[in-house]
């Protein structure tokens, strides 16, 4: 019914960038908020940034914020997340997820379904 499957993941050494893509199924894909969240062994899940239905508000983690920019396309039912100045601490799998909401959602628990996640590794 609902699938997600993300690309754009790989190795990067620190300063670059990763430009990650979501390609989404389903008619219903500009009626739900967006976002993208990452994971370490471990560790819960965390929020990374999100997106509203129609695009136009977004929100950030702090450690994402002036270096990540979320954007979608919904002609395309693809979902975007721009790395830019990466560190090694965004070394993660990042998961591309449709929130249950259409204002952006910043909860893990906003989230109802996912993708396989895709591996970014930044390098020092």
């Known amino acids: 019914q609902v699938q997600l499957v993300e690309s754009g993941g790989g190795l990067v050494q620190a300063g670059g960038s990763l430009r990650l893509s979501c390609a989404a199924s389903?008619?219903?894909?500009?009626?739900?908020?967006m976002g993208w969240l990452r994971q370490t062994p471990g560790k819960d899940r965390e929020f990374v940034a999100a997106?509203?239905?129609?695009?136009?508000?977004?929100y950030y983690a702090d450690s994402a914020k002036g270096r990540f920019t979320i954007s979608r396309d919904n002609a395309k039912n693809t979902l975007y997340l721009q790395m830019n100045s990466l560190k090694p601490e965004d070394t993660a799998v990042y998961y591309c997820?449709?929130?249950?909401?259409?204002?952006?959602?910043?909860?893990?628990?906003?989230?109802?379904?996912w993708g396989q996640g895709t591996q970014v590794t930044v390098s020092s």
């Open positions: 997820a449709v929130a249950r909401t259409i204002a952006a959602a910043t909860r893990e628990n906003d989230y109802a379904y």
């Open positions: 389903g008619r219903t894909f500009s009626n739900y908020a």
């Open positions: 997106i509203s239905s129609s695009g136009r508000n977004t």
